[in-house]
């Protein structure tokens, strides 16, 4: 049984026998996957802060308005996915192409506090970005490979997708002046996102210029959930009777993800639990047009860091491994991270009443 990595036209990605990057994990499928941290329901979270918020009696005391809005919605940035093994590792970028419309709903109490809902969807639709994979391999498992630096097989796949985010915030601003207000904002988010990649080209490097190829047809699902809890500082300007301009800056403290990817030339399923955190920053106007109608726009940056652990299942036999039935067979405890960065934009209308 050979330890080269073998070629084959019916895989997009780097091909290789269970003696290679999959075989080290083989002796590990015992290993029990790390338990990720214990998440807040968001409903809990969110019905917590809306209390606390209305009930003070400052609040209690004030007269409410009621807001709709239509916004438009453009997302862009990357889901990053990456899985280190002994012999190298493999990153995955899946871009974030959002063009959609999102209803909002508010609910505000003079110039001491709002909360904000919103709801957006996309459709599936072809992305003008591609999946990028880039694979780093150790030649030194591998005999007969010359030492390599740099990416050794990167490929690229053609993407559909589909989007889904809820998103829930406050702000409260208990220090007023007559020109700015300072407070604190929290808030919830959360997003899926739905791959389906196909038609790959892919090129080898280096000693690995003879795992160059290309397949058309489908090669991958991929499907990943974010639950993002927001906590961070406010600062709101009135200027006269028409234009309302907010600033947040908020740390990401809890961040929860988990994933699953089909790879579906390979007949193989593996499945992400990861935490950790981040930051988020956005600017937003309010400009008034009218008695009860607003133009509002906004600008959010965030940034995600998590890391985890994979698992792997076979659900069919792998055609790199002829000599092998692969299907049962599964891995446990792979070193996973998934990072984003994302940056939206919004441009709506909305009726205050």
């Not at 807040?40 to 917590?48: H, Q």
């Not at 209390?51 to 438009?72: F, P, Q, R």
């Not at 994933?259 to 990861?274: A, L, Q």
Request: aromatic letters at 12%; proline letters at 4%; charged letters at 25%.
């Amino acid at each position: 049984m050979g330890t080269n990595l073998r070629k084959n036209p019916e895989s997009e990605f780097i091909i290789t026998p269970k003696t290679s990057i999959s075989s080290q994990f083989l002796e590990k499928s015992g290993t029990e996957k790390v338990p990720r941290t214990l998440s807040i329901s968001w409903p809990v979270f969110f019905v917590l802060l809306l209390t606390v918020t209305l009930c003070s009696s400052e609040v209690s005391a004030l007269e409410y308005s009621g807001m709709i809005s239509i916004e438009a919605i453009d997302m862009t940035g990357e889901n990053v996915y990456q899985q280190s093994f002994e012999s190298g590792r493999s990153k995955l970028k899946w871009p974030i192409d959002v063009k959609t419309l999102g209803i909002e709903l508010g609910l505000t109490g003079k110039d001491l506090f709002d909360v904000e809902f919103l709801a957006a969807a996309e459709p599936w639709v072809s992305d003008s970005h591609p999946m990028k994979d880039y694979d780093y391999i150790n030649e030194s498992a591998y005999p007969g490979r010359q030492s390599h630096d740099g990416v050794d097989i990167f490929s690229e796949s053609k993407v559909e997708s589909k989007a889904f985010v809820i998103d829930g915030k406050s702000h409260l601003f208990p220090v007023r002046t007559r020109f700015i207000s300072a407070g604190l904002t929290a808030g919830y988010r959360y997003e899926e996102y739905d791959y389906r990649a196909s038609d790959t080209r892919q090129t080898g490097y280096g000693p690995w210029q003879d795992q160059t190829s290309k397949v058309s047809g489908p090669t991958s699902l991929y499907t990943i959930e974010y639950e993002i809890f927001s906590l961070g500082l406010s600062l709101r300007s009135d200027i006269g009777d028409t234009l309302v301009l907010t600033l947040d800056a908020c740390a990401l403290p809890f961040v929860h993800v988990k994933d699953e990817d089909n790879h579906i030339r390979r007949t193989r399923i593996s499945k992400s639990t990861t935490s950790g955190s981040g930051y988020q920053t956005s600017f937003s106007g309010l400009y008034k047009i009218s008695r009860n109608w607003f133009i509002s726009s906004g600008f959010t940056l965030s940034s995600i860091e998590t890391s985890g652990h994979s698992d792997q299942f076979w659900y069919g036999d792998d055609p790199a491994t002829p000599y092998f039935n692969d299907t049962g067979e599964m891995l446990k405890g792979i070193d996973t991270e998934i990072n984003q960065k994302c940056y939206r934009f919004n441009l709506g209308a909305s009726r205050h009443f």
